[in-house]
Structure formats: C-alpha cells, structure tokens
C-alpha cells in the first residue's frame, strides 16, 4: 500500500516488473522506481548512493545492496573469462563510501586487478588483493581543498564517513591511514605530471637530484643546465641603463610557524619526491660544519633575530623554515627552503641562499631582500668563502636591502643604508611579498608539525608548488596590469619633476641634481642625500609674522591710486576677518586672557571697518543700501566689487574698481600659494621634531599647540587662495584657467620631507601647488638653511621617482 507521506511509494513501475520502492539520494528529483529500472538508470553512476523503502523510511544503501554488480573491463559486460565470483571492494567517492561488488575481468592482457582498477579512474589502496580504492574525483578535490584551505586529512576523512552514516559513522569503515598514504602518492604523480607540462629545470651539482619538479618563476632570468638563457656578458652591456630588467630580484625570510614536533616518527618514512626543500641529509652534513650560532643584531631587535625565545622551540624538532623566493613576482625558488633548528642561524640562510643561486653563478645583478640585511650582509662573503666559495663572487657583487615595512624597525642609520625606499635601481619593489606566501602557508602548521618528517616536506612543497602554479597563471594579467600603471606613473612623475625645476629654478636645483644618491659612511655616521640635516626649525611666531609681513604688501604697489587702495584696503579686512574668525574658534578661545584679546580686535577692526565705509559710500553708494551690520566685526560682509550685485557696474568707476580688484586678487592668490607651501613644510618639521622632543606630559601639550597653530596657518592659506579663486571667476575669469587652478582638500599636502620615507609614499607625485601655478617672489627668509634643505630633498625625492638624470650604482 502506498505511505499517506509518500503517495508513489509501492506502486507499480512503469516497467511493469516490479513496484517503486527505489530512488537516488545523489540525483536531482528523482521518483522512486523498482530496483532494475534503477540500476538501469543508473549505469554510469555506479557511486549514488540509494535509497529504498523499508516500510517506515527510506533507507540509505549502496547500489551493491540492490544487485549492482561492478564489471571492470568489456565496456560494463561480464567477461567471458571471469568467474561468478564476485569481490568485495569498498569505494571513497566525494558522496561517502559504497561497499561495492567488483568482477574483474581475466582476460589475459586484462592486467592485473589493481591496473584495472587505475584504468577505470580507481586508486587501489594497497597492491595485491585491494579491497579499498579512492575515486580520481575525489583524491582531486582532497589535494585542491587542502591546498586552498589546508584541511587536513583527519578531517576530510572523518568528513567523508559522517557523509556515509551521519548517525553512526563508526560503522563506516576506516580509510585514514591508506587515504594519507595514497594522498602521497597521489600528489608526487601530480607535481610530476605538472613539471612536466612546464619547463624543466637544471640538474646542476650544487641542487640534488629532484629540484626540476618546482615550478621557477617565468618572469625571472632562467638557468638552463646550468647556463642562463641570457648571456652574462650581453647583460653587463646592458645593464648601462636599464639595469631593472636584468635584475634577479630574491627574497630572504623566516617563518616559525611551519614548525615540526619532537615525536616517534616512522624510521622507513622517506621523501618520494624532492622539490623546494633540500636533503635532509646534505643540510646536516652541512650545519655539522658550521658553529650554528645565531649572530647578535646590533641594529634593531627584530623578532626574526634577537627575541627568538628558546623556550617556544622546546617540544619541537624543527622551529621553522627560512626560505628564499623571487621578489618580484612572489614565488618559492626551488631547494630553496631548509629547515631550522632553535632559531635563525645565519647558516640555514646562506644555505637557502646558495640553493637559490644555483645557475646564477657570476650573475652581475642580483638584488637580495632580508629583514635582518644590515646584520646579515657583513660577513655573508666571508661565510660563503668558506663553505660554498663556487657563489662568493656572486654573493660579494649582490646588494642587500631591507624590505619597506621592516626598515621601519631598523635604526636611523641602517635605514638609508640599506631599505628599499632610499636603494637606486629597484623600481617599486619592496620585498615584502614573501610574506604573503607565509600568511597563506601558516594555516597548515597545526597539521603538517604532526606529520613525519618526509610526509610534512612533501606536504608544503606541494603547497609551495600550488602557490607558484597559481601565480604563474595570474602572472600575465599581473604584469600587463602593472605594465599599465607603471607607464602611467613614470609620465606622471616625469612631468611633475621637470615643472617643479622649473618651480624651483634651474640654477638652484643644477646643484641638486649632481648629488650622489650613493649612502656613505663618515666618521661612524651615515651620510645621504635622503636624510634631512639637523637645521634650526623657525618659530611660529616668526612663521606668521613672515606671512603677515606679505600680506600686508599686497596694497603697497597701488598706495599711489586711491580707488585702487580702497579695494587693497577692503581685502585686507576680509583677511582679517577671516583671522579673527578662525582664531575665535580655537580651544583657547574661551580663556579670560585669549577671549580678551579677541574682542579688543573685534573693537579695532570694527573701527576699521566703519572707516572703510566712508569710502566704499564715495566709490560703491549702491553697495551701502544692501551692506547690513553684525554684531560681530569678523561677520559682517564688506561687499568688495567682486561681491556687488551683477547690475551694479554699468559705471566706469566701477569698472576700475573690477581691473583693481582682479590684479589685487591675482597678487593674494600668489600669496596665498606661497604661504601654503611655507606653512605645510612648517608643519612637516613640527611633527618630524614632535617625534624628538615631545616626552611627558607638558612638552606633549605644547607640542600639540603648536602642530595645531600650523594647521591653522594652512587652513587659513587655503581659504585665502580659494576666496581670491573665487573672487577671480566672479570677476570674469574663466573657470578652467590653468594659471589659477582649483585647490582640492587632496591638493593640500606635501610629500614628507623633513623625516623618514612613510609607506605607501611612493605612488603619491605630488601636488600641483608645488609645480605648477604662479609663484610668489620668495623672501629672504625662505631663502635660509632650513628652507632650502626641506626644497633640495623635495626635489631630490622627485628626481629618483621619475628616475632622470640619478647616478646609476655602479
């Protein structure tokens, strides 16, 4: 009888042999049927899993439970050789496992069962007489999801059994052990087979036999045999100028997360392949020769060196990796990764090192990145004499930088000796991209530091493999991409350089530009051209006194027209208004003393305004029937020619007044620019200093005050700029003029110049106020010592970022 739940249950088939008690757990809407139009259904799909109804329930089975017999061999059909006997074979499939019934097939060049088996995408677990077998799709799903989301195969495994009996996954048998042990065989065939779609690599003496599994980056210059694809001395001819191209570009780190547990390993584990990491037994042969000692920094405490505390390594037996990689294009270079013991000793590097040199022998361009370069780099060519002397001429012409972000924990010194943002000839690279590699590789640490030692090289180099394969194929976009924005920013910065010579004047920078780039050291200091000198910073008082001092020339050059100083007269009031507004805002504002003062300004410039009035009724009598008195002096509106109602200058008068106002607005625009660039260097030594001097409490306020006065001084020269703007357009100036062009809050910045490179600064050019627009006569006092340094590395900056006319490196 049909189930009131299931009304199609039990009915007759549409074959007419037997009744629907049958369907697919794995297909999409598919209605009960009798066994046999089932098994038809389903000849192709041996691995659904079925589900038949008992009465009460549909229950979960595999096909072997309803007569699916499994032939191997005659497309699907009996063999006519093979016996009625059939075995028992327990299939992992990516939907459970499923207890199959298996005829094999005994012709004669059948071959034996477990090669029938891999001929019908079936991975026998064991040789003779397998009774478990792993389904192609599935070993492929395990290595691509562990390769993107490091899960183990304790919990694939435990996965796959819930999938099979979610109730009691103990009565599914348990695969754990020949599924990790085929995975292994599984993935030597893999990172085989894909070496084997991509170029081979060299077999040279100083690599064991192995390394032309990895997969090398494509960009980079490539050893062939031993012999690199471009000659060496074609190179040194090159390298006259663009010297990047030909560059070999490494990158050193230490990772202490792909760590390795002291545990009782398997004695007959072996590596089946041998890819990024080298022979064990050729690195401890190799440690037993050298003292292992790890060097004291004496630049910055970095955490890959001095703060390497012994006591988090004292259950393992490997406390990390220290690799080699491309910095560039971010890849794993091959028998490049070795092994540490207690910490980063310099011998596991210059190991790793040398396994990365391999074919590079003489190379004269190699640019090497390392967190700890300014300790490392001292005696590298006195280590390398001594235990690798086939790379020290490579090692003694190589140059070590520190990557970007790290050189920021180095000392003063170290870092214009040695980081990425002061280093000729390495265009933006900043070799930090090899940790990017670790931050994708550190969550399969709490698996691979339980594994034996063979199972857990095999397990990160495929790791490392799958991280190349995937940057390989996204290699192309990348650097057309880049291509794309590098010639965007190089026209860019080109043509922001030569306007700010000319800004600047070509006879003050002539000078400039002959500075070497080159850091020396003299006397136990650590002179470049990059790093700011110890000048005297201006006070503030002497800061604004200066630009009120230009300000107030703005009405000496028409002191001689009276129309014309009743305009200058009226923008001077205007810029006092502004002032005293700003100034009325302030925090300290409300204090007895400050608030004083402000209204006995407010008393003045009332006084000053009203006088002012007199006039403006002589030259403007139509301006006064709409001018409205404010309670406060800074408030009310003076109604300039610029700001009269559009019908108001029909008179010649005022067409006067318009020519005065326009040439007056044009000079406080100029000024306005001038006293912008003067308060923003101002203000990027107060913060260069604050950094100095700014401990405790009290010295910490002030410093404050101060930073917040300039702020105030640059607020204060951007409205005034705006406002002559403003003034200008409504006088008829077109809107697009390029010799007053509109001051964007972005515009309103400089490139740090008074302190150290900040990160990110090298896609900033630059704004336009510093290379185009006019330019205000500077005075005398900008003329002095400390002017003149933060303009000589303004420029300097600019020169090696459109990189013309800098001295190579020689």
């Given at each position: 009888m049909a189930s009131e739940s299931h009304p199609n249950v039990c009915e007759p088939c549409a074959c007419g042999e037997g009744r629907r008690t049958t369907r697919c757990k794995d297909c999409f809407n598919h209605k009960p049927s009798c066994d046999a139009c089932f098994l038809r259904v389903h000849e192709l799909n041996p691995f659904h899993f079925a589900e038949r109804w008992n009465g009460r329930y549909f229950?979960?089975?595999?096909?072997?439970?309803?007569?699916?017999?499994?032939?191997?061999?005659?497309?699907?059909?009996?063999?006519?050789?093979?016996?009625?006997?059939?075995?028992?074979?327990?299939?992992?499939?990516?939907?459970?496992?499923?207890?199959?019934?298996?005829?094999?097939?005994?012709?004669?060049?059948?071959?034996?069962?477990?090669?029938q088996l891999l001929q019908h995408d079936l991975f026998p677990a064991t040789l003779p007489k397998p009774a478990t077998a792993f389904a192609f799709p599935l070993l492929k799903a395990f290595d691509l999801l562990s390769s993107i989301s490091k899960s183990s195969a304790m919990d694939y495994v435990s996965t796959l059994r819930r999938l099979t009996n979610n109730a009691f996954a103990d009565d599914t048998p348990d695969f754990y052990k020949s599924f990790r042990r085929i995975m292994r065989v599984w993935r030597t065939i893999q990172i085989k087979k894909r070496a084997g779609v991509f170029h081979g690599m060299h077999d040279g003496t100083d690599k064991p036999p192995g390394h032309e599994l990895c997969l090398r980056c494509p960009a980079c210059p490539q050893p062939v045999s031993g012999v690199l694809q471009c000659p060496v001395e074609s190179i040194t001819i090159r390298l006259s100028r663009p010297r990047h191209k030909y560059t070999l570009f490494l990158s050193?780190?230490?990772?202490?997360?792909?760590?390795?547990?002291?545990?009782?390993c398997d004695p007959d584990d072996i590596e089946l392949f041998i890819a990024f990491?080298?022979?064990?037994?050729?690195?401890?042969?190799?440690?037993?020769?050298?003292?292992?000692?790890?060097?004291?920094?004496?630049?910055?405490?970095?955490?890959?060196?001095?703060?390497?505390?012994?006591?988090?390594?004292?259950?393992?037996v490997v406390s990390g990796v220290v690799s080699c990689k491309c910095s560039r294009h971010d890849m794993y270079m091959p028998g490049a990764t070795i092994d540490l013991k207690k910490g980063e000793s310099f011998a596991y590097t210059d190991f790793a090192l040398n396994q990365a040199l391999s074919g590079f022998e003489n190379y004269p361009e190699i640019v090497c990145s390392y967190d700890i370069a300014c300790q490392y780099s001292k005696k590298v060519q006195a280590r390398f004499?001594?235990?690798?002397?086939?790379?020290?001429?490579?090692?003694s012409i190589m140059r070590f930088h520190v990557p970007k972000l790290h050189g920021h924990g180095h000392s003063e010194d170290c870092r214009y000796l040695f980081s990425f943002d002061y280093a000729p000839n390495v265009g933006r690279t900043h070799g930090e991209r090899i940790e990017s590699g670790w931050?994708?590789?550190?969550?399969?640490?709490?698996?691979?530091?339980?594994?034996?030692?063979?199972?857990?090289?095999?397990?990160?180099?495929?790791?490392?493999?799958?991280w190349n394969f995937q940057q390989t194929v996204k290699l192309a976009e990348f650097l057309a991409r880049k291509l794309v924005e590098a010639r965007w920013q190089s026209a860019v910065k080109a043509k922001h350089f030569k306007k700010l010579t000319a800004a600047m004047g070509h006879e003050r920078t002539k000078e400039w530009k002959q500075l070497s780039t080159e850091p020396v050291v003299q006397d136990g200091e650590v002179k470049s051209v990059y790093r700011v000198k110890d000048v005297k910073v201006p006070s503030m008082d002497s800061i604004e006194a200066r630009l009120d001092e230009a300000s107030s020339n703005i009405q000496a050059a028409c002191a001689s027209s009276k129309p014309a100083k009743f305009v200058a007269t009226g923008l001077k009031l205007e810029e006092r208004q502004f002032k005293l507004s700003a100034r009325a805002k302030r925090d300290d504002a409300k204090l007895k003393r400050v608030a004083a003062d402000i209204e006995a300004e407010r008393l003045k410039l009332r006084t000053e305004i009203d006088a002012w009035r007199k006039d403006q009724a002589l030259y403007m009598p139509d301006a006064l029937k709409i001018a409205v008195e404010c309670s406060r002096a800074e408030d009310e509106r003076l109604i300039l020619p610029s700001h009269a109602p559009t019908k108001k200058g029909d008179t010649p008068l005022f067409t006067y007044l318009e020519q005065f106002e326009t040439d007056l607005r044009k000079g406080q625009a100029e000024d306005a620019?001038?006293?912008?660039?003067?308060?923003?260097?101002?203000?990027?030594?107060?913060?260069?200093?604050?950094?100095?001097?700014?401990?405790?409490?009290?010295?910490?306020?002030?410093?404050?005050?101060l930073i917040e006065r300039a702020e105030d001084l640059v607020r204060r020269r951007t409205a005034a700029y705006r406002r002559a703007r403003d003034a200008l357009t409504t006088l008829g100036m077109a809107e697009d003029d390029a010799s007053f062009p509109v001051l964007a809050d972005e515009h309103v910045v400089l490139k740090v110049v008074y302190g150290a490179k900040k990160l990110g600064s090298g896609k900033y050019t630059g704004s336009w106020i510093w290379d185009e627009g006019p330019r205000g006569i500077l005075?005398?006092?900008?003329?002095?010592?400390?002017?003149?340094?933060?303009?000589?590395?303004?420029?300097?900056?600019?020169n090696a970022d459109a990189d013309l006319d800098v001295q190579e490196t020689k």
């Open positions: 229950e979960k089975m595999s096909q072997a439970a309803i007569g699916r017999v499994i032939y191997l061999g005659h497309d699907g059909l009996p063999c006519p050789s093979a016996g009625p006997n059939d075995l028992h074979l327990d299939v992992v499939a990516l939907n459970g496992v499923h207890g199959c019934r298996v005829r094999y097939c005994a012709c004669t060049k059948s071959g034996k069962h477990w090669e050193i780190d230490g990772n202490f997360k792909q760590q390795l547990k002291i545990k009782n990491f080298s022979k064990r037994e050729n690195v401890e042969a190799y440690i037993k020769l050298t003292s292992g000692d790890v060097e004291k920094s004496t630049c910055a405490n970095l955490k890959a060196n001095n703060l390497q505390s012994q006591l988090k390594f004292i259950s393992m004499r001594t235990h690798f002397p086939s790379h020290e001429k490579t090692v931050a994708e590789g550190n969550l399969a640490g709490p698996s691979t530091r339980e594994m034996n030692a063979g199972h857990r090289h095999e397990t990160l180099s495929c790791f490392y493999n799958e620019l001038s006293g912008l660039r003067l308060a923003l260097k101002y203000k990027d030594s107060l913060l260069k200093d604050r950094k100095q001097i700014a401990y405790g409490n009290r010295n910490r306020t002030r410093a404050a005050v005075s005398d006092a900008e003329e002095d010592e400390w002017e003149e340094e933060g303009a000589s590395r303004h420029h300097v900056f600019s």
